[in-house]
C-alpha cells in the first residue's frame, strides 16, 4: 500500500509539472508573438511570466472595405462598426483604392485598429463639415466636432491613406469656417505615410501621445492644432495660404504638463506669409529640429495669439539646426530660442512621447 501511495505521489507531481510547463510556454509564445508585431506589449520581466498576466491585443481581424463592393463592406465606419465593443484583437481595415465620402468616427471602446490604405494619392477618405454648420441635433457642430475622421480609440494606426475636409479654404477673419479633416484624441497612435488637406484646422492633434512618420499635412491657418505630445518625423508641412497663415497652434496650459509637438527632419514648402508656431495656450510648446523652411516664413516667425496674455514670458519655442532660406526668420523673436543640444535632445527621439514601449524599431 505504501508503495502504491508513494507511485501515485510522483505520478500527480511530475503531471503537476507538465501541466505548469505548457502553460509558462503558451503564456510566453503569446507575448512573444505581440512584441513581434509591434503591437503594445506587457513588461517582461518575471512577474509578468509567473502570473501570466494578459496585457494587450490577442489574435488578428482582416476586414476587407471596397467602395466597389469587391470587400466585406463598401464603408469605412461599416468595417468599424463590426469591430465588437472592447476589442481585443489586431483588426487590420484594408481600404482598396477609390474615395469614400463618409464621416468616420472610431469609438474609445474599439482599440487596436489599423487602416491600411493602398496609397495616399488612391486611398481618401473625405467630408465636408464646418464649425458652423449644424449637427443632427441642430447645434453647431463647433470646431472638434467638423472632424471627417475622427479617433478616441487608443493603440491606433493608419498607413497609406488620405483624409481631407473639402470645405473652402477661409479668408482670414472669417469665423466658423474651421473644418478639420482628421482628429486623433487616442493615445499611442501611429500614422505612416498618411495625407491630411484642408485649409483652416486641417489636422486636430487633440489628445495623447501620437507619432507621424512621412506625412504629408497640408492647410493655411493653424493647420495642426491641439493639446496632443506628439512627433513628426520626416513630414511634409505644405501651407496653401493666400494672404497670411500659420502651421501649428499648441494648446498646453500646464507649465508641468508633457504635451508639445516636435518637428524632425520636415521640411515646410508652398504659399505665406507663415507663421510656423502660435501660442494657443498659455505654456504653447513648438519644436522645429533639422527642418528645412522654404521663403514662406513671415517677419517674426511666431505668434503669441492674442498679444495679452504675456504668453511670450511662459511658452517654449525652440529651434535647432534648422535651414532654408525661411530659417532666419524662424529665429526671429527673443522668445523663440535656438537650441543647444542638451536642451534640444529629448524633442529628437521617439522617447518624447514613449514610443520606445509602443512604436517598433522598423517604424520609428
Same mark, same amino acid.
Given at each position: 500500500?505504501?508503495?502504491?501511495?508513494?507511485?501515485?505521489?510522483?505520478?500527480?507531481?511530475?503531471? &503537476?509539472?507538465?501541466?505548469?510547463?505548457?502553460?509558462?510556454?503558451?503564456?510566453?509564445?503569446?507575448?512573444?508573438?505581440?512584441?513581434?508585431?509591434?503591437?503594445?506589449?506587457?513588461?517582461?520581466?518575471?512577474?509578468?511570466?509567473?502570473?501570466?498576466?494578459?496585457?494587450?491585443?490577442?489574435?488578428?481581424?482582416?476586414?476587407?472595405?471596397?467602395? &466597389?463592393? %469587391?470587400?466585406?463592406?463598401?464603408?469605412? $465606419?461599416?468595417?468599424?462598426?463590426?469591430?465588437?465593443?472592447?476589442?481585443?484583437?489586431?483588426?487590420?481595415?484594408?481600404?482598396?483604392?477609390?474615395?469614400?465620402?463618409?464621416?468616420?468616427?472610431?469609438?474609445?471602446?474599439?482599440?487596436?485598429?489599423?487602416?491600411?490604405?493602398?496609397?495616399?494619392?488612391?486611398?481618401?477618405?473625405?467630408?465636408?463639415?464646418?464649425?458652423?454648420?449644424?449637427?443632427?441635433?441642430?447645434?453647431? !457642430?463647433?470646431?472638434?466636432?467638423?472632424?471627417?475622421?475622427?479617433?478616441?480609440?487608443?493603440?491606433?494606426?493608419?498607413?497609406?491613406?488620405?483624409?481631407?475636409?473639402?470645405?473652402?479654404?477661409?479668408?482670414?477673419?472669417? $469665423?466658423?469656417?474651421?473644418?478639420?479633416?482628421? #482628429?486623433?484624441?487616442?493615445?499611442?497612435?501611429?500614422?505612416?505615410?498618411?495625407?491630411?488637406?484642408?485649409?483652416?484646422?486641417?489636422?486636430?492633434?487633440?489628445?495623447?501621445?501620437?507619432?507621424?512618420?512621412?506625412?504629408?499635412?497640408?492647410?493655411?491657418?493653424?493647420?495642426?492644432?491641439?493639446?496632443?505630445?506628439?512627433?513628426?518625423?520626416?513630414?511634409? !508641412?505644405?501651407?496653401?495660404?493666400? #494672404?497670411?497663415?500659420?502651421?501649428?497652434? $499648441?494648446?498646453?496650459?500646464?507649465?508641468?504638463?508633457?504635451?508639445?509637438?516636435?518637428?524632425?527632419?520636415?521640411?515646410?514648402?508652398?504659399?505665406?506669409? !507663415?507663421?510656423?508656431?502660435?501660442?494657443?495656450?498659455?505654456?504653447?510648446?513648438?519644436?522645429?529640429?533639422?527642418?528645412?523652411?522654404?521663403?514662406?516664413?513671415? %517677419?517674426?516667425?511666431?505668434?503669441?495669439?492674442?498679444?495679452?496674455?504675456?504668453?511670450?514670458?511662459?511658452?517654449?519655442?525652440?529651434?535647432?539646426?534648422?535651414?532654408?532660406?525661411?530659417?532666419?526668420?524662424?529665429?526671429?523673436?527673443?522668445?523663440?530660442?535656438? !537650441?543647444?543640444?542638451?536642451?534640444? &535632445?529629448?524633442?529628437?527621439?521617439?522617447?518624447?512621447?514613449?514610443?520606445?514601449?509602443?512604436?517598433?524599431?522598423?517604424?520609428?
Amino acid at each position: 500500500m505504501a508503495s502504491f501511495i508513494f507511485s501515485f505521489f510522483l505520478y500527480s507531481f511530475f503531471l &503537476h509539472a507538465f501541466i505548469s510547463a505548457a502553460s509558462n510556454y503558451h503564456t510566453t509564445s503569446a507575448l512573444s508573438s505581440v512584441s513581434s508585431s509591434g503591437s503594445s506589449t506587457p513588461s517582461s520581466n518575471s512577474t509578468t511570466h509567473r502570473r501570466h498576466k494578459w496585457v494587450g491585443p490577442s489574435g488578428h481581424r482582416l476586414i476587407r472595405v471596397d467602395v &466597389h463592393g %469587391h470587400g466585406d463592406f463598401r464603408s469605412v $465606419q461599416a468595417a468599424v462598426d463590426s469591430v465588437p465593443e472592447g476589442n481585443r484583437m489586431n483588426v487590420l481595415i484594408q481600404i482598396s483604392a477609390g474615395c469614400y465620402i463618409e464621416k468616420v468616427t472610431v469609438p474609445a471602446s474599439k482599440p487596436y485598429i489599423t487602416f491600411q490604405g493602398e496609397g495616399r494619392d488612391v486611398t481618401v477618405i473625405e467630408w465636408h463639415d464646418r464649425a458652423c454648420d449644424r449637427g443632427p441635433d441642430g447645434q453647431q !457642430l463647433r470646431t472638434y466636432h467638423s472632424a471627417s475622421v475622427s479617433v478616441f480609440a487608443p493603440y491606433f494606426t493608419a498607413r497609406n491613406i488620405s483624409f481631407k475636409n473639402t470645405a473652402p479654404a477661409p479668408m482670414p477673419g472669417m $469665423q466658423g469656417w474651421q473644418a478639420v479633416a482628421f #482628429r486623433i484624441s487616442g493615445d499611442k497612435a501611429f500614422l505612416s505615410g498618411c495625407g491630411f488637406y484642408g485649409a483652416q484646422d486641417t489636422l486636430c492633434d487633440d489628445a495623447g501621445r501620437h507619432y507621424f512618420k512621412e506625412c504629408y499635412i497640408e492647410g493655411s491657418i493653424d493647420f495642426i492644432f491641439g493639446n496632443g505630445r506628439s512627433m513628426y518625423k520626416d513630414c511634409e !508641412l505644405h501651407s496653401i495660404a493666400t #494672404r497670411f497663415g500659420s502651421i501649428a497652434a $499648441q494648446d498646453r496650459n500646464i507649465a508641468d504638463e508633457k504635451t508639445g509637438f516636435a518637428f524632425v527632419n520636415c521640411r515646410v514648402t508652398g504659399t505665406g506669409p !507663415l507663421y510656423v508656431g502660435r501660442a494657443m495656450g498659455q505654456y504653447s510648446r513648438i519644436v522645429y529640429a533639422y527642418t528645412y523652411f522654404d521663403d514662406v516664413v513671415a %517677419h517674426g516667425g511666431w505668434d503669441d495669439w492674442d498679444h495679452v496674455s504675456n504668453k511670450n514670458k511662459t511658452v517654449f519655442f525652440g529651434v535647432y539646426k534648422c535651414y532654408g532660406p525661411g530659417a532666419g526668420a524662424v529665429r526671429g523673436v527673443s522668445w523663440a530660442r535656438e !537650441l543647444d543640444y542638451d536642451t534640444a &535632445h529629448p524633442f529628437l527621439a521617439k522617447s518624447f512621447v514613449n514610443g520606445r514601449h509602443w512604436i517598433s524599431p522598423s517604424d520609428a
